[in-house]
DNA sequence: CCCGTGATGTCACGCAACGACATCATGTTA
DNA sequence: TAACATGATGTCGTTGCGTGACATCACGGG
């Protein structure tokens, strides 16, 4: 992160975070698949978080509260390391691959939200549908939360921007 | 395509393409900007038909009908090379990186498609909805009609897959 | 004290991607 | 016709990503 801040994902090398991290070139790459992950390092973590989230969720709950359950993990995962998910967002943004990279997460995070929704009984199109929705909520309120200058808790603008979907879908006839 | 189909993308190199089309790795990528651009060259137009066609749109259309009439270019843009589709496919199918600039690639024509309707006054979270949503409808419907064994047309599943998503959310309470 | 085992380093390699420069075929203009 | 500009291609050299093969070294257990 530091040399990514510093001097931009595309101008930094592997052998340079190896070597600020007192390492070789090769051991990073026994940590990391490629220079992008490193920037992706948590995403598995923070997925088994709201998988889990998901699933914990009563028993009774409508797919979209499951969901929402989700999402309130997500900010429990995330809120306290602001800073740090700025200066991560504003390195991706900066870098093609890395939005692709990102889009990726995205894609597999919905998947497995889907699944777990399966799980619970959701069948097929609700399921991934929910498992989307879930996801463009996530980004749309991360998005805000990142670059809103108010001091707004990511929790509460998750449940804002659930709101406002749920009014958007209930409105289109 | 021919040598991806072959051999897999991974252990094609761009010196055997170059070779197979009669040039040098260095003219490649004066016309590629890296090996997986050249199964993603006709999206540029691609996208350029679809906003054409919702813009083209009467005026007095719905957002979504904007949208439907964007999906019925594309199935008018794709729909003869139905075999190119399903070799493409499966090679994008088959690798990590090639996913990962699909993606990318259906991030940029949703947010044409917005970009679009905000053109005909549609306003911002209608806009990027009808947008996100029209894509999730294309991808739906394209992958049908690239797996699907019968010889239904694209512009027909495209409809269908339509008419389910109006179905679900209105369905949604 | 030896012996796995896992983490790291070293070396060598293939290949993607790009900059700089040369070449060659064009069509244009004097 | 000769001179010249232009655009497409080739050649050469370089950087950096990513991987396989092998050596080394620290460690804890027997």
């Given at each position: 992160m530091?040399?990514?801040?510093e ?5 930094t090398?592997?052998a340079?975070i190896?070597?600020?991290?007192g390492?070789?070139?090769?051991t990073?790459?026994r940590?990391?698949a490629?220079?992008r ?5 948590g995403s598995?973590?923070?997925q088994?978080a709201?998988v889990?989230?998901?699933e ?5 709950a409508?797919?979209m509260e ?6 309130d ?7 306290e390391?602001?800073?740090?998910s700025r200066?991560r967002?504003?390195?991706?943004g ?9 889009l990726?997460?995205m894609a597999?995070?919905?998947a ?5 929704l399966?799980?619970?009984?959701v ?6 549908l ?8 996530f980004?749309?309120a991360?998005?805000?939360w990142v ?15 659930l ?5 958007l ?5």
């Amino acid at each position: 992160m530091e040399l990514y801040v510093e001097r931009g994902f595309e101008q930094t090398t592997v052998a340079e975070i190896a070597e600020r991290a007192g390492l070789t070139a090769r051991t990073f790459f026994r940590y990391f698949a490629d220079k992008r992950e490193v920037l992706f390092a948590g995403s598995a973590s923070l997925q088994e978080a709201l998988v889990a989230a998901l699933e914990g969720a009563p028993d009774d709950a409508s797919p979209m509260e499951a969901v929402a359950a989700a999402l309130d993990a997500a900010a429990a995962f995330l809120g306290e390391g602001r800073e740090l998910s700025r200066q991560r967002q504003a390195v991706i943004g900066a870098n093609a691959e890395l939005r692709e990279r990102e889009l990726i997460k995205m894609a597999t995070l919905s998947a497995a939200l889907a699944a777990g929704l399966r799980r619970r009984g959701v069948t097929d199109p609700d399921a991934s549908l929910a498992a989307e929705a879930g996801v463009v909520i996530f980004r749309v309120a991360f998005e805000r939360w990142v670059t809103d200058s108010r001091a707004r808790e990511l929790s509460e603008i998750m449940r804002e921007s659930l709101g406002q979907l749920r009014a958007l879908t209930a409105a289109s006839k």
